[in-house]
């Protein structure tokens, strides 16, 4: 009995043996088919991948637009050298063809190209021209297209050439013409805006002319053939930069009654257009003004508040809208990038707060303000000490902080040297005035307080 359960039992461990060598076997062949497959699968996988398209190009074309036209690239034919869809895309989008800076080295066929391909979009254009002949050829691609132009740029250092240029525009109308500026002139033609009236800018709503002489603050004055007429010759500007001007004061609001903001590049121009000798103007000019800004003022320049004072006073009395009388200073440092305080600014803004509150809504254009002192320990109690140039000034400072109207203008942590012997950056606050003349109360924990003022 025991030996045949012995046998039975050996019997069966040897078909378990078999059975067992025909599954690891079937085993192996599974795993070998399934490296294939997954094998198979890899490669299937990364020619999908391949065939896909990149996902830029998965984007629909007006997406695509969209994004070209914020691209920094100065020409839409460098971009079209990317790939074939790019090139349609580019090549067939008026609209990324309507910006065309005419330099030096823009060649002919580059600007007729760009002509070409904005097809009847409006034209926003910015010259520079550097010689004659050269001018004389982009002149004649782009006067065939002037009822398109939207903008238009001139940079000029030539008067000749200016003159010319201007010559050979003057019988072109500009009806889609609304903002032009003629920047950087020495030595005005005599007529030099005359092709730019109304009669042939009807829509023109922007004009910036600026002239400046060569060793001086003065400005080279604009011809008084612009302002001196019998009818306005601007009636659409609503924003005017003005850097200099010849002829009467009243001559300038009418020859751009409908001006909304104006910008007056120097305190030069503030005290011709205020002053009493040169024929003042009065509280009936410029009914829709909103805004005045007077830049690169300093402690120097400031003879323009009487005949600025006696005008805003004459405003209130007819019961207009208070002005919004807007004040940049003069600083050096300002052409190659560097920000200084002041020291004189504090004086400045005192001087200009005791003269203009309550006859206008007083704003300060990025004013580096000096004497400003930061103590305390960080993350625990930092406090600044700044002078008082104004009262309630404290509490703007405070309520600015609060309200985080603050910006950094040091660009990174890293220091710009400004004083010769230690290191400062610069922290503009914006505080507006109230319209109301009435001091505002203080609902700021932040209290003005004695000299040497702490925030």
Not at 12 to 36: F, I
Not at 58 to 86: C, D, T, Y
Not at 418 to 424: C, E, I, M, P, S
């Amino acid at each position: 009995m025991y030996s045949d359960s012995v046998q039975y039992t050996a019997s069966e461990l040897a078909e378990t043996r078999v059975e067992l060598a025909r599954l690891e076997k079937q085993e192996q062949e599974l795993v070998q088919k399934l490296c294939h497959v997954r094998a198979a699968i890899q490669v299937q996988r990364t020619k999908l991948a391949m065939e896909l398209p990149a996902p830029i190009d998965r984007l629909p074309n007006e997406l695509l637009m969209q994004i070209f036209k914020l691209s920094v690239h100065e020409s839409g034919l460098e971009l079209a050298g990317v790939s074939r869809r790019w090139r349609n895309v580019i090549l067939h989008c008026p609209g990324l063809w309507t910006t065309i800076m005419v330099e030096e080295r823009m060649s002919l066929p580059k600007l007729k190209t760009h002509v070409a391909r904005s097809s009847e979009s409006l034209l926003d254009i910015e010259i520079q021209p550097r010689k004659e002949p050269s001018l004389n050829t982009v002149l004649d691609v782009l006067i065939p297209c002037a009822h398109r132009w939207r903008s238009l740029v001139i940079h000029c250092f030539n008067g000749d050439l200016l003159k010319n240029m201007l010559t050979t525009m003057k019988c072109t109308t500009y009806p889609s013409l609304t903002h032009l500026s003629i920047r950087s002139v020495r030595n005005y033609p005599p007529s030099m805006a005359s092709q730019f009236y109304s009669g042939s800018c009807p829509r023109l709503e922007h004009l910036e002319l600026e002239g400046c002489g060569d060793r001086s603050f003065v400005f080279v004055q604009i011809n008084r053939d612009i302002f001196e007429t019998s009818i306005p010759k601007f009636p659409n500007v609503a924003h005017l930069v003005l850097k200099g001007f010849e002829g009467p004061s009243a001559a300038v609001p009418f020859a751009f009654p409908a001006a909304r903001h104006i910008d007056l590049s120097h305190p030069s121009v503030a005290r011709s257009l205020f002053s009493l000798r040169n024929g003042s103007i009065t509280a009936i000019h410029w009914p829709h003004l909103e805004s005045l800004t007077i830049r690169d003022v300093g402690i120097w320049s400031l003879d323009f508040l009487d005949g600025l004072i006696r005008w805003l006073r004459a405003r209130r009395k007819m019961d207009t809208p208070m002005l919004l009388v807007r004040f940049a200073f003069s600083n050096p440092g300002l052409d190659e990038g560097m920000v200084t305080a002041l020291p004189e600014a504090g004086s400045i803004v005192t001087i200009l707060y005791e003269a203009l509150y309550g006859l206008c809504r007083l704003g300060w254009v990025d004013v580096p303000l000096a004497g400003i002192v930061l103590s305390g320990t960080l993350n625990e109690s930092l406090r600044l000490e700044m002078p008082n140039v104004y009262p309630n000034f404290i509490d703007d400072i405070g309520a600015a902080i609060i309200q985080r109207r603050i910006r950094s203008s040091a660009g990174s942590s890293r220091p710009k040297r400004v004083y010769k012997d230690d290191y400062h950056s610069v922290v503009t606050i914006g505080f507006p005035r109230p319209a109301s003349t009435t001091p505002k109360s203080t609902m700021n924990p932040i209290a003005a307080r004695p000299p040497g003022n702490t925030v």
